[in-house]
């Protein structure tokens, strides 16, 4: 048994966990970002505390995974703008707190490390996991292992796709982030389509699946294009065998992952054409992935992972933010 929390902007959800990868008991709460890092921190310690009470046999480990920039080796939390800290020694921190072994991983990569040993990815030694979401980040696996770059790995949301186009968060002008990602989607047709009130990206989805809304089909078409341009980049790099994709927009099933696999089809050369397919483990990804870093820890990594069906499929927020 080992304890697994996956600390979001706005919720942190901890779980127990068995060595078949089964879900045998859950907290969840808001994460108290108004209150500072050190509140979040010790919101993490309390989740885990609960957790460790709850269990009915003792866990061995525990697994930590959060957003922003992260150093796996060394277990520092190294940037958070949305959870405000830098160069935090989060698994010393919560290891004193718990006295248990503490892995600490990236949301996004520990997503891609569930779906690689439990979920779409099973099989595959070349994987890009693309969660689109409030913002994108992604996770790559080449040559059956995860690409880490001392934490700066993955993110595919600050690839130009649009010169010229909006300044993204970064402070770059054009960045994937700002055309394709979930909140975009929304933003960017309720801007020309004048609306005086907020739409979301399923409100998109459901105004192309009607088919009466030109506005709308074109927003869609020009996430699809980016899209496809972010992927035909990483392919020419990489060349992973699969793209997974998961987070909010994927919810929208073969009305996005149809076009993407004939827009990436359209750009194809004398590359092979990696797989599209949707995520399978939904928002419980984060702490599967968790849950498998601290098995692997303790080097009580399951050989024939179990994965749950999952039960709350919600956009993650990925990224450096």
Same mark, same amino acid.
């Given at each position: 048994?080992?304890?697994?929390?996956?600390?979001?902007?706005?919720?942190?959800?901890?779980?127990?966990?068995?060595?078949?990868?089964?879900?045998?008991?859950?907290?969840?709460?808001?994460?108290?970002?108004?209150?500072?890092?050190?509140?979040?921190?010790?919101?993490?310690?309390?989740?885990?505390?609960?957790?460790?009470?709850?269990?009915?046999?003792?866990?061995?480990?525990?697994?930590?995974?959060?957003?922003?920039?992260?150093?796996?080796?060394?277990?520092?939390?190294?940037?958070? *703008?949305?959870? +405000?800290? /830098?160069?935090?020694?989060? =698994?010393? $921190?919560?290891?004193? @707190? &718990?006295?248990?072994? #503490? %892995?600490?991983?990236?949301?996004?990569?520990?997503?891609?490390?569930?779906?690689?040993?439990?979920?779409?990815?099973?099989?595959?030694?070349?994987?890009?996991?693309?969660?689109?979401?409030?913002?994108?980040?992604?996770?790559?696996?080449?040559?059956?292992?995860?690409?880490?770059?001392?934490?700066?790995?993955?993110?595919?949301?600050?690839?130009?796709?649009?010169?010229?186009?909006?300044?993204?968060?970064?402070?770059?002008?054009?960045?994937?982030?700002?055309?394709?990602?979930? *909140?975009?989607? +929304?933003? /960017?047709?309720?801007?020309? =389509?004048? $609306?005086?009130?907020? @739409? &979301?990206?399923?409100? #998109? %989805?459901?105004?192309?699946?009607?088919?009466?809304?030109?506005?709308?089909?074109?927003?869609?078409?020009?996430?699809?294009?980016?899209?496809?341009?972010?992927?035909?980049?990483?392919?020419?790099?990489?060349?992973?065998?699969?793209?997974?994709?998961?987070?909010?927009?994927?919810?929208?099933?073969?009305?996005?992952?149809?076009?993407?696999?004939?827009?990436?089809?359209?750009?194809?050369?004398?590359?092979?054409?990696?797989?599209?397919?949707?995520?399978?483990?939904?928002?419980? *990804?984060?702490?599967?992935?968790?849950?498998?870093?601290?098995?692997?820890?303790?080097?009580? @990594?399951?050989?024939?992972?179990? %994965?749950?069906?999952?039960?709350?499929?919600?956009?993650?927020?990925?990224?450096?933010?």
């Amino acid at each position: 048994m080992v304890a697994a929390v996956d600390v979001g902007g706005t919720s942190i959800k901890g779980a127990l966990v068995d060595g078949t990868s089964c879900i045998v008991g859950e907290r969840r709460r808001s994460t108290p970002r108004d209150g500072g890092p050190e509140a979040v921190v010790s919101a993490i310690a309390e989740v885990l505390a609960e957790l460790i009470a709850s269990a009915a046999t003792p866990p061995i480990a525990v697994g930590v995974v959060v957003p922003g920039i992260v150093e796996e080796a060394t277990g520092i939390a190294r940037y958070s *703008a949305n959870l +405000g800290w /830098r160069d935090l020694p989060l =698994a010393a $921190r919560l290891a004193a @707190a &718990t006295g248990l072994p #503490v %892995a600490l991983g990236h949301d996004v990569r520990a997503g891609a490390l569930a779906e690689l040993r439990s979920g779409a990815g099973r099989g595959a030694t070349g994987m890009l996991f693309l969660p689109l979401g409030f913002g994108i980040a992604g996770a790559i696996v080449a040559d059956g292992r995860m690409v880490t770059a001392n934490g700066y790995a993955g993110e595919i949301g600050h690839l130009l796709v649009e010169p010229g186009g909006e300044r993204c968060g970064c402070g770059q002008v054009g960045c994937l982030e700002t055309v394709a990602s979930a *909140a975009s989607v +929304g933003r /960017r047709y309720a801007a020309r =389509a004048g $609306r005086a009130t907020p @739409a &979301t990206a399923r409100d #998109v %989805a459901d105004l192309v699946r009607a088919g009466t809304d030109p506005i709308a089909q074109a927003t869609w078409d020009e996430a699809v294009a980016a899209l496809a341009h972010a992927i035909t980049t990483v392919n020419a790099i990489l060349a992973p065998e699969l793209v997974v994709v998961g987070g909010g927009l994927s919810l929208a099933g073969e009305l996005l992952l149809g076009p993407l696999r004939d827009a990436v089809a359209a750009r194809r050369t004398f590359l092979p054409l990696p797989r599209i397919v949707p995520a399978e483990l939904g928002d419980q *990804a984060g702490t599967l992935g968790a849950a498998m870093l601290a098995l692997d820890l303790v080097g009580s @990594a399951p050989t024939s992972p179990n %994965a749950p069906t999952p039960t709350h499929p919600t956009p993650p927020t990925t990224g450096a933010h």
